[in-house]
């Protein structure tokens, strides 16, 4: 059963947090599926040189950026409704979300700009020096492995921390409590799997999508959770 707050306030605080999340969700996904060039992420000769023939890497970055900001931002919204039964554990939940955000953005800056140099420099160099080139990008490569391994392990650090809220105060059904959780946990697994296998792995082909579909649900299920929200009875 869900003590949910039944305000207006609360029902448009919701409405905005599912909006930003699925939007946000959304607008990331259609602009890295039709615009981000793939390949065989951990084989680097074959990868950079997709990536240096990109002329859209650096729009479809900032975009990217713009994208995770504004789901992250419907997290720090929701945070606005849980707060009042769990100041604590939901301020916990929200500053991982922060702490989220500023990772995104070092990632994005290293994936989107200091790599996209770095391939480049190397597909214009010629002789012993292309090979140094390539070297420097690997270096490139090799930091934003970190960078987008420590992105998932925070993320889903914050999603259990939302979740954990969600199930202790029921301002929204306990399934999508159980929902967070489950995408916390699937996004600190894949977080770990990058550090130690890179950005493809036979795990994370099955886990990423997963992720993405578990996402998917929270955002609507906040959305619907909005639209069931009743104003208080009036004695």
Do not use: C
């Not at 997709?50 to 650096?58: H, L």
């Not at 770095?118 to 292309?130: F, L």
């Not at 914050?158 to 159980?178: Q, S």
């Amino acid at each position: 059963m869900t003590s949910a707050p039944g305000t207006r306030s609360d029902r448009e605080l919701l409405r905005s947090s599912g909006v930003l999340l699925l939007g946000g969700f959304l607008f990331t996904t259609v602009v890295t599926v039709l615009f981000h060039p793939g390949g065989n992420e951990d084989v680097h000769e074959d990868i950079f040189a997709r990536y240096a023939a990109s002329g859209a890497w650096e729009w479809v970055h900032f975009a990217q950026f713009v994208g995770v900001l504004a789901a992250l931002g419907g997290l720090i919204v929701l945070h606005q409704v849980l707060r009042p039964r769990a100041p604590r554990l939901s301020a916990f939940a929200a500053g991982t979300t922060v702490a989220t955000a500023a990772v995104w953005a070092a990632l994005q800056a290293v994936d989107g700009v200091t790599l996209k140099q770095a391939v480049d420099a190397w597909v214009a160099a010629d002789g012993p020096e292309r090979a140094v080139r390539f070297g420097d990008a690997e270096v490139v490569r090799w930091t934003e492995w970190g960078l987008q391994s420590y992105f998932r392990v925070t993320l889903g650090v914050a999603l259990l921390l939302f979740g954990a809220t969600i199930l202790t105060t029921r301002a929204l059904a306990a399934w999508a409590g159980w929902v967070a959780v489950l995408a916390g946990l699937v996004s600190v697994a894949v977080g770990i799997d990058v550090a130690y296998s890179g950005l493809e792995s036979g795990f994370q082909e099955l886990a990423v999508p997963a992720f993405q579909l578990l996402m998917l649900v929270l955002a609507v299920g906040v959305l619907v959770s909005a639209r069931r929200e009743r104003e208080p009875a009036v004695a």
